[in-house]
């Protein structure tokens, strides 16, 4: 896809999608630029600070809802941030071969996390257990 139409996309989407996930409070910049095979898309943060990057690879993306699906998904890495400050303060303290061992698994949990919510999201799960079967059936 042409860089010009994936930069549309993201700037007519990314601010819905980021206030959507209540991520306001992020400075969030957009990147255009090559990346290795089998990324489309991928995010660097400075979680304590809530500065993020979100790169697109414009020659890996096929269509809008690629594009859309990528957006969505390098965001909710960003809700996940958390984690990530907790886990880079652990890793400091771990002998170098259990860091990386660490950083692997804790990388590999947040792209299964990652996964679930965008499940979770794809369905449109009306999940509000303390509601009465009814209500939970009418959009909120």
């Not at 139409?5 to 959507?20: F, G, L, S």
């Not at 957009?30 to 995010?43: F, K």
Request: charged residues 25%; proline residues 6%.
């Amino acid at each position: 896809m042409k860089t010009s139409k994936v930069r549309e996309i993201v700037n007519e989407h990314i601010k819905p999608i980021r206030n959507a996930l209540h991520l306001n409070d992020w400075d969030i910049d957009t990147e255009y630029t090559a990346l290795d095979p089998g990324t489309p898309a991928r995010v660097h943060m400075a979680a304590r600070y809530r500065l993020a990057t979100i790169q697109f690879d414009p020659a890996q993306i096929v269509d809008r809802e690629q594009v859309l699906r990528c957006l969505r998904h390098e965001l909710l890495h960003l809700v996940l941030a958390p984690f990530d400050l907790y886990t880079c303060a652990v890793s400091e303290m771990l002998p170098k071969h259990f860091s990386r061992v660490d950083k692997q698994l804790f990388m590999d949990a947040v792209e299964l996390v990652v996964g679930n919510l965008e499940r979770v999201l794809d369905w449109g799960i009306p999940f509000r257990p303390w509601e009465s079967q009814e209500d939970a059936t009418r959009p909120a």
